[in-house]
């Protein structure tokens, strides 16, 4: 799938562990036979508040049981809310002109390949969801998140893709 349209998402702090779905981000697969594997692949282009990282989870659902959250990296059970798949972006200073940053676009991306138990005939979807890390200021847009463009040029365009590829192993 690939996602050439932009969006402004305002996005939850992921201190509440909450996520949000990527509009279009998402691919699902009917298997051909039991026990294949498959590599999943995005790359996503984000744009943000200088201060603000962003967390972005692979999530996979076969035939419409709970999500599960793929690759996610150990850490204290005190900071289970602040993990993810990928991260890209840091901490910049609260100081100084921070507006040439804003303009600036990084690309989550990340291969996985996933061994996951299911039934012939189920269907397994993977989908992106996105969270921030960010204060409780809405005045800079911090709490929001530009796909596929410039935090603050809508002119600047760009694509995303998911993928997922089917192995007979």
């Known amino acids: 799938t690939v996602k050439t349209d932009q969006e402004m ?3 939850n702090n992921i201190d509440t562990g909450n ?3 990527v509009p279009d981000m998402n691919v699902s697969i ?3 036979a039991t026990g294949n594997k498959f590599l999943v692949e995005f790359h996503l282009v984000v744009s943000f508040y200088p201060t603000v990282p962003v967390f972005v989870n692979l999530q996979r659902k076969i035939a419409g049981s709970n999500d599960t959250v793929l690759a996610l990296p ?3 059970s005190q900071d289970a809310n602040k993990r993810s798949t990928v ?5 910049l200073p609260q100081s100084g002109n921070l507006a040439g940053f804003a303009n600036n676009r990084q690309i989550a991306s990340f291969k996985f390949l996933d061994n996951p138990s299911y039934t012939s005939g189920q269907a ?3 989908r992106l969801t996105i969270g921030g890390r960010h204060g409780s200021s809405t005045s800079n ?3 929001k998140i530009a796909i596929n463009r410039s935090h603050q040029q809508s002119t600047e365009a760009s694509s995303s893709q998911i993928m997922v590829t089917e ?3």
């Open 87 to 91: 991260v890209v972006g840091s901490y």
């Open 30 to 32: 009917t298997p051909q």
């Open 141 to 143: 847009n911090e709490n």
């Open 9 to 11: 998402l305002t996005v």
């Open 124 to 126: 397994i979807q993977y």
């Open 19 to 21: 996520f949000i779905d």
């Open 167 to 169: 192995y007979d192993i």
């Open 74 to 76: 150990d850490a204290p």
